[in-house]
Every structure is written in C-alpha cells, then in structure tokens.
T-cell receptor, first 115, second 112 residues
Framework: GAGVSQSPRYKVAKRGQDVALRCDPI?????LFWYQQALGQGPEFLTY????????KSGLPSDRFFAERPEGSVSTLKIQRTQQEDSAVYLC???FGSGSSYEQYFGPGTRLTVT | DAKTTQPTSMDCAEGRAANLPCNHS???????VYWYRQIHSQGPQYIIH???NNETNEMASLIITEDRKSSTLILPHATLRDTAVYYC?????????????FGKGTTLSVSS
C-alpha cells in the first residue's frame, strides 16, 4: 500500500523567506511525528500529533516553527523567516496507534537548503 | 540523549550473516528495543522491535538477552542493499506519542 509521502522533496529558500512542508501519512494512522535531521546526524524529534491534537511540541527549536494537522490526516510544518541553521532534512513519520508498541513509518523527507 | 551504545561501523561479506550489537544497560521494564535503518538519502526504515522475547520477521531477527541489557540484530544473508546506518533505539512505553531518540548508529558496509 501507499506509504508516507512528503512534498516537496527539495526546497531552496532565501534567508528570511517562509516555507511550508507537507506530509501525507498512511491512511488511518492516528499518530504523526515530525523530525529534523542535520547532515551527518540522526533524526531529532520536533513535534507530535494524535489525530488533530498537537500533544507535544517540545522539540520545536524556536517560535519560527509551527505545525498543524487540522483534519487529523495531512500535516504541514511551517518555518517562518528561515535561517541558515534551518537547513536540514525534515522527516515525517506516522503510526497506527499512539502507544510505544506501534512502529513509526517514515517518509522520504524534505531537504531544505537556506541560502 | 540516546540510551544505547553501538559500534560506529561494521563490515560484512555479501551472503554472510550480519550481527549488529547494541548495549542498553539502563533499560527499564516497560521500554521497547527498536531497530531502524537508513539508507543514504532515504527516510529511516522500520526493521523490528521487541520487549522481552526474541522476535523474527521477514527482514531480520532480534535477540534480546535475558537481563535485557543488550540485544543483537541479525540479518541472516546480507546483500549489498543492506548497506546502511542501523539505529538501535530504546523507547519508553509509558505514554502515548513517545518519540524515537536516535543515536549515531552503526554504519554497516556490505561488500561482495
């Protein structure tokens, strides 16, 4: 079946621009996670949704980062006034349930380059 | 911080079994052991997970020691396509929506 999809796959933004990254989770998956992966590092948690509720946003690095999932399916990660340190791969993952026994399935990521 | 320790890199010959170790000496009773891998320029791929018992699926086997302080991921017949970074992750079972905490992982290189 269809996996997690993300768009765009690549985004180049000039410093100061706003960007929006989209995630389409696997149909029926309750949980949705966003991660940020810097070059040469493992992914780091940004935020978590259970259906449309954002239950954890402790990993968002600044108030320039905002995420939403208004209908409990598609999610958008928005970064305002992008900075060079925002350059990274942004990964989305979804899981069927909310507990830790449920594995997360990742999308291919969006590579953001801020120039 | 990641609660696991893995070797930085390992080599394996194609067709042989790849045994990837992971130490998690501070694991709690309700924490799962998860394995993911990440092939270059792709998102992490789920491999397997377990709580106490050994587990096997079509991709790999997970062997967890009786005291749960370490585990081994076994790829029974490694192929060139198994070259990737392998992450061992301990994940709390306490609450919903627990994120995965990735460490540096083991870079597995499979050669012919």
């Amino acid at each position: 079946g269809a996996g997690v999809s993300q768009s765009p796959r690549y985004k180049v933004a000039k410093r100061g621009q706003d960007v929006a990254l989209r995630c389409d989770p696997i149909s029926g998956h309750v949980s949705l996670f966003w991660y940020q992966q810097a070059l040469g590092q493992g992914p780091e948690f940004l935020t978590y949704f259970q259906n449309e509720a954002q239950l954890d946003k402790s990993g968002l690095p600044s108030d320039r980062f905002f995420a939403e999932r208004p209908e409990g399916s598609v999610s958008t990660l928005k970064i305002q006034r992008t900075q060079q340190e925002d350059s990274a791969v942004y990964l989305c993952a979804s899981s069927f349930g909310s507990g830790s026994s449920y594995e997360q399935y990742f999308g291919p990521g969006t590579r953001l380059t801020v120039t | 911080d990641a609660k696991t320790t893995q070797p930085t890199s390992m080599d394996c010959a194609e067709g042989r079994a790849a045994n990837l170790p992971c130490n998690h000496s501070t694991i709690s009773g309700n924490e799962y052991v998860y394995w993911y891998r990440q092939i270059h320029s792709q998102g992490p791929q789920y491999i397997i997970h377990g709580l106490k018992n050994n587990e096997t699926n079509e991709m790999a086997s997970l062997i967890i020691t009786e005291d749960r302080k370490s585990s081994t991921l076994i790829l029974p017949h490694a192929t060139l396509r198994d070259t990737a970074v392998y992450y061992c992750i301990v994940r709390s079972g306490n609450q919903a929506g627990t994120a995965l905490i990735f460490g540096k992982g083991t870079t597995l290189s499979v050669s012919s």
